[in-house]
């Protein structure tokens, strides 16, 4: 019995230092940036760990989106060598909360997920076409933690101006506009839109109505479900509460996991604002629309 007790605790003490057996590891990539563990130097890739006892190149303009062991994101920018060690110095102490939500990310971006996109959420194609193709979520993900949802469409096969009709699940108009961007910023906390649980939202072209999206649900999220997304994300607030392109990143990520999409979108495009040089990010976003069927 002490030999089978012996045995679990030394495995598990093997399991959590192989967890821990790095400092980093590279959430986001940009430049031509090299690490050097041991005697080589070799092109550095997102989703690579480094350890305590490796040395960064990073190149002119470069960018580097790191995330600690303990969960703790750093953003470097200036170009130069750095040692690993230097730079954990450097880093205050995570929740390690986070870190689930960073592996999320890798995995969802590694290249055997690419090749599943869609089976992700089980989405399937049924046959159904629309000229405009709105970046949304099915109706089983529709829930929205925020207030704000920022929706957006192709508008590369039907030119604007476009019109935008909200409506209630009664089918009353709750409001309609034209305009000649490609997305908008819907509010629920307007007065139009304050008192309904859901609103469903539809784009047609002004000069042709035939041509159109179908009709995109948002609802509020039920009490119980927005209690348990506001605590969980309380857990995690400290390691992300600056304003950077890495915490935007990070926080889409986490809103993807509790299958709140229309959330994770909004965090995708604050990433993508604060750094938008950083191809990783926009890349980390088709590949998110894409692998919930929203592409």
């Known amino acids: 019995m002490k030999t089978t007790t012996f045995t679990v605790l ?9 967890a821990q057996n790095y400092a980093f590891k590279v959430l986001a990539n940009k430049g031509s940036n090299e690490v050097k563990s041991g005697a080589d130097w070799i092109p550095l890739k997102t989703g690579a760990s480094l350890k305590s006892g490796d040395e960064l190149k990073l190149s002119d303009n470069a960018y580097l989106g790191l995330v600690h062991s303990s969960g703790k994101p750093l953003e470097v920018k200036k170009s130069g060598s750095y040692k690993v060690a230097v730079l954990e110095s450097q880093v205050k102490t995570g929740s390690g909360i986070l870190v689930k939500y960073t592996d999320f990310i890798l995995s969802s971006n590694s290249p055997e997920a690419k090749k599943n996109k869609l089976s992700a959420t089980g989405a399937v194609d049924r046959g159904e076409t629309y000229a405009i193709k709105v970046a949304l979520p099915e109706n089983q993900y529709s829930g929205i933690f925020n207030n704000t949802a920022n929706v957006s469409w192709d508008g590369s096969a039907i030119a604007g101006p476009y019109t935008v009709t909200i409506r209630n699940m009664f089918d009353d108009e709750l ?6 961007e490609t997305a908008i910023l819907i509010d629920l906390n307007d007065p139009r839109y304050k008192k309904e649980n859901a ?3 539809e784009i047609k072209s002004k000069s042709d109505p035939k041509q159109a999206s179908k009709p995109h649900m948002i609802k509020r999220l039920a009490q119980a479900d927005q209690a348990g997304i506001k605590k969980s994300l309380t857990e995690i607030t400290g390691d992300v509460s600056e ?4 915490n935007k990143f990070i926080l889409a990520g986490f809103y993807e996991q509790n299958n709140v999409f229309i959330d994770a979108i909004t965090s995708y495009k604050e990433a993508i604002k604060l750094a938008p ?3 990783s990010y926009q890349e980390s976003y ?3 629309l894409g692998r919930n069927g929203m592409k």
């Open 277 to 279: 040089d950083v191809t």
């Open 199 to 201: 609103v469903l939202v």
């Open 286 to 288: 088709d590949d998110f």
């Open 243 to 246: 304003e950077t392109a890495l």
């Open 10 to 18: 030394f495995l598990l003490l093997i399991s959590v230092a192989q």
């Open 175 to 180: 409001s309609k506009f034209d305009t000649p």
